[in-house]
């Protein structure tokens, strides 16, 4: 009878009887990279932006002790959901296997800061249309950047600035909203 150590070391050596082993790698329908990784997955990236963002909530209310800040977009909904995107409807690349790198959409809702800042011809308020709201985006671009989990987003990080009418808008498809 053998020794339970040795039992154990032949069991682990041999990876062929394990059907997990066996596995044919997964393809990518649309580019046909081959995926292969499984880390980070979808909610450690998640977990990751939230902390990052949590990281900054005195910045934030300082601004306007009545902001939101949130992300939306492929992260947050899980799926790539602009149609003009050829992974439209597929996971964000989040493990960097279709090279097509993602980025992290953000907003920041705030009745005060909407009615304050500049907006461009649309109407619309950005970020980077203030000096300490770029401040900001570029404090939370270097806290994401840096954090392993998010290694294949786009070095790039911004905002846009919403009245509250439209929260209802902004938080559809999925949005997530990290400071209350
Ligand atoms: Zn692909």
């Given at each position: 009878m053998p020794e339970v150590g040795e039992s154990v070391s032949v069991a682990s050596g041999d990876q062929s009887q394990d059907p997990d082993e066996q596995e044919t790698p997964r393809e990518c329908p649309v580019c046909g990279a081959v995926w292969k990784k499984k880390e980070p997955t979808l909610g450690q990236v998640r977990r990751a932006i939230q902390e990052v963002f949590s990281g900054f909530k005195v910045e934030v209310k300082a601004l306007d002790a009545a902001a939101l800040l949130g992300y939306r977009g492929s992260v947050a909904a899980g799926v790539v959901g602009n149609r003009n995107k050829p992974h439209y409807g597929y996971e964000p690349d989040i493990r960097g296997e279709c090279g097509t790198k993602y980025d992290i959409d953000g907003f920041l809702i705030s009745k005060k800061l909407f009615d304050t800042l500049p907006k461009?011809?649309?109407?619309?308020?950005?970020?980077?249309?203030?000096?300490?709201?770029?401040?900001?985006?570029?404090?939370?671009?270097?806290?994401?950047?840096?954090?392993?989990?998010?290694?294949?987003?786009?070095?790039?990080?911004?905002?846009r600035v919403w009245h509250p009418r439209d929260q209802n808008y902004v938080t559809q498809h999925g949005a997530i909203i990290v400071i209350w």
């Open positions: 461009d011809d649309k109407g619309r308020c950005w970020g980077s249309r203030d000096r300490n709201l770029r401040a900001l985006q570029s404090s939370l671009r270097r806290a994401l950047t840096g954090r392993a989990e998010l290694t294949h987003m786009k070095n790039e990080f911004g905002f």
